[in-house]
């Protein structure tokens, strides 16, 4: 079983609506992120959490809102989607920070149309 | 403030050939580590290798070897003997100490490897 599963894999929505991208570990690790992927751009740092109910922003947060109520699940918001939050979103953990490197989910396909 | 360039956006070479992927860092700490990560045409991401600051030996696996210079702030994989299952898009990152483990990216080279 993967230690990590993002959902939905693929999302297409309509400018305007909000959306909830989900990000669920199995391994208890303390650290959970929210990366961005877009061409050109590598992969940008949304939001990130240190702990339940512990987060912080990243480089890119605007327009996005995250939730943290079990170590299990990091929550990523789009309040209003736009076009350009077309993207590939990236949920990743780390048991000791910075130290041993991230596992990443397999990521979500979001379309704003 | 971290940053992390990857000069050379895309390579490409033929199977046998040795390829190296270049990455230099950006930090104003003393402590620091910093990682390979592969994504292939899959679009998984998958960790590779890890450094930290204080150790400046050069890792050997198999096909795949790192060479860490701090005096240039280089953190440089090289392919021997390339293979069509290594073309994938390569990521350079760094996170500094005490920074609850945030990484910034590079922008990622894509090497292409045809038979």
């Known amino acids: 079983d993967a230690g990590i599963t993002q959902s939905p894999r693929h999302k297409v929505t309509e400018t305007g609506t909000p959306v909830t991208l989900r990000c669920h570990q199995t391994?208890?690790?303390?650290?959970m992120y929210w990366y961005r992927q877009d061409p050109g751009h590598g992969l940008r740092l949304i939001h990130y959490?240190?702990?339940?109910?512990?987060?912080d922003k990243g480089e890119v947060s605007d327009g996005y809102s995250v939730s943290r109520s079990k170590t299990e699940d990091f929550l990523l918001t789009l309040e209003s989607a736009t076009s350009s939050q077309t993207s590939v979103y990236f949920c990743?953990?780390?048991?000791?920070?910075?130290?041993?490197?991230?596992?990443f989910g397999s990521g979500t396909r979001l379309t704003v149309v | 403030a971290q940053k992390v360039t990857q000069a050379q956006t895309e390579i490409s070479v033929v199977e046998k050939e040795d390829v190296t992927l270049d990455c230099v860092y950006e930090?104003?700490?003393?402590?620091?580590?910093l990682f390979w990560y592969k994504q292939p045409p899959s679009g998984e991401l998958v960790f590779l290798i890890r450094?930290?600051?204080?150790?400046?030996q050069n890792e050997i696996s198999g096909r795949y070897s790192w060479n860490f210079q701090k005096s240039t702030s280089s953190f440089n994989f090289t392919i021997t003997a390339s293979q069509v299952v290594d073309s994938a898009v390569y990521f350079c990152?760094?996170?500094?100490?005490?920074?609850?483990?945030?990484?910034?990216f590079g922008d990622g080279t894509t090497l292409t490897v045809k038979p």
């Open positions: 990743a953990i780390s048991d000791s920070g910075s130290f041993f490197g991230y596992t």
């Open positions: 391994e208890n690790h303390r650290y």
């Open positions: 959490s240190y702990g339940v109910k512990d987060t």
């Open positions: 930090t104003r700490d003393t402590t620091y580590y």
């Open positions: 450094r930290n600051s204080f150790d400046e």
């Open positions: 990152a760094l996170s500094e100490d005490g920074n609850a483990g945030k990484s910034t």
